[in-house]
Nanobody, 122 residues
Framework: QVQLVESGGGLVQAGGSLRLSCAAS????????MAWYRQAPGKQRELVAA???????NYADSVKGRFTISRDNAKNTVYLQMNSLKPEDTAVYYC????????????????WGEGTLVTVSS
């Protein structure tokens, strides 16, 4: 099986920074895209940032210029550096990965972490 474990959430003042990490473990042949989503209270889950295995990135307009997604393929880990945080960034942040478990399996499956809470105070 595969597990995604997030870390790095917490409470920070507006204007501050946090760095989230998400490590994938288990039976993994290849990880395709990895991403961070977030869900604020009473709102739908939304994509924050995504990164392909080759390093191409994509960001939500609301975080462009403030957040940076990166990955370490050797460690099966994705990061989210969050700067200039705003109260509206408060949410549970979820890690996502599209993972191919076996060489003989030609399709990949989606996996989610359990989430880490980020709270930004004004």
């Amino acid at each position: 099986q595969v597990q995604l474990v997030e870390s790095g959430g917490g409470l920070v003042q507006a204007g501050g920074s946090l760095r989230l990490s998400c490590a994938a473990s288990g039976t993994i042949f290849r990880i395709n895209a990895m991403a961070w989503y977030r869900q604020a209270p009473g709102k739908q889950r939304e994509l924050v940032a995504a990164i392909t295995s080759g390093g191409t990135t994509n960001y939500a307009d609301s975080v462009k210029g403030r957040f940076t997604i990166s990955r370490d393929n050797a460690k099966n880990t994705v990061y989210l550096q969050m700067n200039s945080l705003k109260p509206e960034d408060t949410a549970v942040y979820y890690c996502y990965a599209d993972i191919r478990q076996y060489y003989s399996t030609y399709t990949a499956s989606p996996y989610w972490g359990e989430g880490t809470l980020v709270t930004v105070s004004s």
